[in-house]
C-alpha cells in the first residue's frame, strides 16, 4: 500500500467538518449517503487548495508517481485527465511516454458499464465526453498493465472514494487480466473508512505529498 502522508499545512489540511461517520455496523443505504456528503466536501476543500501548495505538492506526487511506474516495469499505462481539482498526471505520463511507455486514457460508454481504454499520444484527436472531459474519439480498445487511478478520498487500506458511479471497480474487475493499480491525489482526502462494500476493490498502492 503505502506513500500515504499526512500534511499539516493550512491549505492542505482535512475538512473541518466531515459529515458524522455512521456506525460499524451501517447498512448500504447510510453508508452511501455518508459517501455522497463525504465526497462533495472533500471535492470542495480539493478545489479550494491554494496554488502554491497544489504546485508544491503535485511535484512531490510528480516524483514519487515517476519513481513507481518506473519501478513497475509497465509497457502500457492507464491514466486519467484531471477534473475537478485533482492532481494533474500529465506531465509525468508525458515524461514516462518519451522514454518509451505507452499510454491509455478511459471512455465512458455506457452508464453501468466497464470503461474501455484507447491508446491516447499527444496527437490524438480528443471529444469532450460524460462531465466534458476529453477522451480518445476513436481506437481499438487495449488493456493496460497498469493503471494510474483519481481519488476523491482513500483509506489506509488501500479502498477508493470516487465520484460514485462505480466505473473503475466494475472496469478492474471485467478485465481478464487483473491490471496493478496506483491511486494517486491529495494527502486532504485521507479518511479512516470508506466503509468498503462486496464491490469494492483495493488499490494496490496510494500516493500522495509527502
Known sequence: MGDVSEDSRPGLEAPAELPARPGGDADWPTVRTWRKETRSALIARRVAIPSDDRIACSRQIDLALAQAVQAS?????????PFRGEYDP????????EQGARLALPVIV???????????????????????IPTPEAGDP???????????????????????????????????????TIGVGFSLGRLETIYPQPHDIALDRVITEG
Open 73 to 81: 516495469g509497465a509497457g502500457l499505462i492507464g491514466f486519467y485527465w
Open 90 to 97: 500529465r506531465g509525468v505520463m508525458a515524461a514516462l511516454r
Open 110 to 132: 455506457a452508464k453501468g458499464e466497464p470503461l474501455v481504454f484507447r491508446e491516447w499520444s499527444p496527437g490524438s484527436l480528443m471529444v469532450q465526453g460524460i462531465w466534458n
Open 142 to 180: 487495449v488493456q493496460p498493465d497498469l493503471l494510474v487511478v483519481p481519488l476523491v478520498g482513500f483509506d489506509g487500506q488501500g479502498y477508493r472514494l470516487g465520484y460514485g458511479g462505480g466505473f473503475y471497480d466494475r472496469t478492474i474487475a471485467a478485465m481478464p487480466v487483473r491490471p496493478r
